[in-house]
Structures are given as structure tokens and as C-alpha cells.
């Protein structure tokens, strides 16, 4: 489903380029892509927000509290994210909506970044490394758990054997 | 480093630059036609960078 934010303009934040170059991306090779993607803004009035991946378009933005698997990230709640080129997952621009002292929404141009850097493993259901190491991390796991119900289970069949003593 | 640390190293990050970013400037994109808008963008974007340069 879609909704639809109203916006009255744009405005690029102070630290844009500096967080920017943070990421590893020079804003200044992105000036046509944005200015692409502010014009899509203002032109509609508006900043159409996704939740289901068959509704991403150019131009539209996605809250960013999900990385992709469904796990909530509280830190990203109020932060939406939005491609910055047609047809390319990556790079990614951040945005907020902000209000101004007469209470005209806008948008707010964070800085610009990609899903690996803002997510960390988003794409680890594609490395084959990461999950074999992922799958044996929780297979351990589940071993160990067995092991330790195998040993409460003993436990718990010594303490039976002693109150049966203690009533005998 | 494993992959939750590399997360939690990413999110702190961006939670850093967004908590920065609320607390500094911003600056309108100016202009009615989609021409006046690029040189507006522009001219911040070229601020931006002398700014971070000399800084």
C-alpha cells in the first residue's frame, strides 16, 4: 500500500556532503540525480512512501525501520530511504520530514549511502560464506541446547530418585 | 568481524550523522522550473564541499 507524504519543498542538510563522503560517495558526481529526483518531489507536492518491494519506483521513498528481513530497527524509526537512479538498487539517499515554523512539511536530505552500509548484512542470504558460517553459529547452538536439556533431564531424574529416598 | 557487530557498527553510525544532521542547518532548494532548482542544488552542493575542504 501507498501513502502519500505532502511536501511544500526541499532542503539539503547541512552535513550532506561531509556524511556523504563519509560513505564514500562524492555528491558532486550525483548533482543531476538528485536534482532528477527533487524534481519529482516538488513537481508532485508530495513523496510517495512504499512498504512492499513490487511498489518500489523512481522517486518514491521506503521507511527505513526494516532492514529487508523483516527485522525491525528501532534507530532507523522516522528515516526513510530512497534510490537515487532509476533502476539501481544502490546508492541509496537518506531523508526525514521536517516541519518549519509555519508547519509547512519538506523534506530533508540527509546524506547519500547504500543498503550494505546502512544495513551492515543485509545481503548475507547471498553470501555463501556468511551463511555457512550463520548456519553452523546456529547449529552449535541447538546442540548445545540439546546437550543441556539431556543433562537437566538427568539432573531432574537424580533429584526424582532423591525424593523418592527422602519419602521412603 | 561478524556480521550483528558489522550492523550495530553501521546503525550506530548513521544514528551519529542523523542526530548531527537534526541539530545543524538546512538550506531550501530554490526555483520554479527544474533548471533554476539544479543551479540552486548545485550551489549548495559546491558550498558544501568548500567547506568540508577547508575545514
Not at chain 1, 160 to 168: A, G, I, L, R, S
Request: proline share 1%.
Amino acid at each position: 500500500m501507498l501513502k502519500s507524504v505532502p511536501i511544500s519543498f526541499v532542503k539539503i542538510n547541512q552535513f550532506f556532503t561531509e556524511f556523504s563522503g563519509e560513505y564514500g560517495y562524492d555528491t558532486a558526481k550525483y548533482i543531476d540525480d538528485l536534482s532528477d529526483l527533487i524534481d519529482k518531489w516538488i513537481e508532485a507536492g508530495c513523496v510517495e512512501v512504499y512498504k512492499r518491494d513490487d511498489d518500489k519506483l523512481f522517486g518514491r521513498a521506503k521507511e527505513s525501520d526494516s532492514d529487508g528481513q523483516g527485522r525491525l530497527v528501532v534507530e532507523y524509526i522516522g528515516i526513510y530511504h530512497t534510490r537515487l537512479r532509476p533502476n539501481f538498487n544502490d546508492p541509496l539517499v537518506v531523508i526525514k520530514f521536517n516541519e518549519d515554523a509555519a508547519g509547512k512539511k519538506y523534506v530533508s536530505v540527509r546524506f547519500i549511502t547504500d543498503h550494505n552500509q546502512l544495513f551492515g548484512d543485509f545481503d548475507i542470504k547471498h553470501d555463501a560464506v556468511g551463511v555457512r558460517s550463520l548456519r553452523r553459529s546456529v547449529d552449535a547452538k541447538i546442540r548445545h541446547g540439546d546437550e543441556k536439556d539431556v543433562e537437566d533431564e538427568k539432573d531432574a531424574d537424580v533429584e526424582d530418585e532423591k525424593d523418592v529416598d527422602v519419602e521412603k | 568481524m561478524r556480521n550483528d557487530e558489522k550492523t550495530n557498527k553501521n546503525i550506530i553510525r548513521a544514528q551519529a550523522f542523523l542526530s548531527k544532521g537534526d541539530s545543524g542547518k538546512e538550506f531550501a532548494i530554490e526555483g520554479k522550473t527544474s533548471v533554476e532548482r539544479r543551479a540552486s542544488l548545485a550551489g549548495i552542493l559546491n558550498a558544501q564541499k568548500r567547506t568540508h575542504i577547508v575545514c
